[in-house]
């Protein structure tokens, strides 16, 4: 064997046995508290101990009637248990918990984790009974696991009286002695959460609804007038035609009623693009360059405020758009944005409508408004776009703010906005 190669196998050797050494020991084998290395159930069972001297595990509470348990509690907290001390844990036997399914082993670390003397009572699952006293005058007897064979409520109350009848003396603790391992491995189950509760819940009436209206579907059956076909037809070319792009400015377009910062940021940004582009390919002697451009310009430093209120981006969207009409069709006039949300474009059609306790005013809509009644309400589904003014929630035709008035102004828009910025 070569020098070399002994020391990759002394190497390999002491790697390994430093593995050994820094790998965490098992649950069996912990013989202290002080060797536990996770107390979080501990602490939090100590917790609940604070407000009542019974613990009953989730899993084991349904063995026990509201009367039984408040039965328990009211006796450990009356006379002579009450002067001893006495808590009661009621949990499984889990051999891979942090005490490795030993009780008494838990109630010293629940001891040593809570701070309070008195007397412990564990009792698991497996019909195992743990006893701990600490500084207390109570002499404990000793328990032998086969003692008790009787239903959990039933143990317990036997416990106790043993309790009540051992004799006393000097204050003295519980030494720490080996319990006998758990003859089976008990899983907890998980407790149901609210979610699992409800469709538990929702389940049986949902499935008797479901068949209540499957049953009348087959007796009273009528022709069906759904035409799939169509429809997805219908549907379809509606699609094609959205995404088609169309060379009239004065189109209406799709904008929500509400003025999300998110999407009025995404929208400026695409027609900031847009018109970017535009100014770009432009010949020097368009006439309509210069106004365009301070389009371009009062749009670009509203974008970048990120301070400014929802109108001013509102605003800003409506300005660079009327830039990119001045750039594409300068032979058009730039009409005034839909009265009922900007976002729609421009207004092509004239309605005769008032809100309640107003005068009758002509409103100016798009197309898209103008197909069906006019519903001047401020509403979640409205189309109605909603402004902060000193009024309150109202139109952008009666805000009286800079914005509101460079929105509904296309003439002045762009020194109205440029003068709002101070630039």
């Avoid at 069709?329 to 009922?340: F, V």
Wanted: with cysteine.
């Amino acid at each position: 064997m070569t020098p070399e190669r002994r020391r990759r196998i002394r190497g390999l050797g002491l790697l390994s046995l430093l593995a050994l050494c820094t790998a965490p020991s098992p649950a069996w084998a912990v013989d202290s508290v002080e060797q536990i290395t996770d107390l979080s159930r501990v602490e939090r069972i100590a917790e609940e101990l604070e407000e009542s001297p019974l613990y009953i595990h989730h899993s084991l509470r349904g063995r026990w009637s509201d009367d039984s348990q408040a039965a328990l509690e009211e006796r450990l907290g009356s006379a002579p248990l009450a002067d001893l001390s006495v808590r009661v844990v009621v949990l499984p036997s889990v051999p891979e918990d942090e005490t490795g399914g030993r009780p008494t082993l838990f109630l010293h670390a629940l001891h040593e984790v809570s701070g309070h003397d008195g007397v412990y009572v564990a009792i698991t699952e497996d019909r195992r009974v743990a006893l701990a006293a600490f500084d207390s005058p109570v002499r404990l007897p000793d328990i032998e696991p086969q003692e008790f064979t009787s239903p959990h409520r039933v143990r317990v109350k036997e416990v106790l009286d043993l309790v009540e009848e051992a004799p006393h003396g000097p204050p003295s603790s519980t030494a720490l002695v080996e319990d006998s391992p758990p003859e089976r491995g008990d899983t907890v189950p998980r407790p149901r959460g609210d979610a699992e509760r409800f469709w538990d819940a929702v389940a049986p009436p949902g499935v008797l609804i479901g068949l209540l209206v499957a049953v009348v579907r087959v007796l009273v059956h009528r022709p069906s007038r759904w035409r799939p076909l169509r429809e997805s037809l219908r549907s379809w070319a509606a699609l094609v035609e959205r995404l088609t792009p169309s060379n009239d400015l004065y189109r209406a377009r799709r904008a929500p009623n509400r003025p999300w910062r998110w999407w009025l940021r995404l929208t400026l940004r695409r027609e900031l693009r847009h018109l970017h582009r535009l100014l770009e390919r432009a010949p020097a002697d368009h006439p309509e360059l210069t106004r365009a451009v301070q389009a371009y310009d009062a749009a670009g430093l509203v974008a970048r405020s990120p301070h400014l209120p929802p109108q001013a981006m509102v605003c800003a969207v409506v300005v660079a758009r009327h830039g990119v009409q001045l750039v594409e069709r300068p032979d058009l006039p730039l009409l005034e944005p839909c009265h009922i949300n900007p976002l729609h474009g421009a207004a092509t059609e004239r309605h005769r409508a008032s809100l309640p306790r107003q005068r009758r005013l002509t409103w100016w809509v798009c197309a898209r408004c103008a197909t069906g009644p006019l519903d001047l309400r401020i509403r979640p589904f409205s189309p109605s776009l909603p402004i902060r003014s000193d009024r309150g929630i109202t139109h952008y035709r009666h805000a009286r703010d800079a914005w509101a008035r460079a929105t509904t102004d296309p003439e002045q828009a762009f020194w109205r906005v440029r003068r709002e910025l101070e630039v």
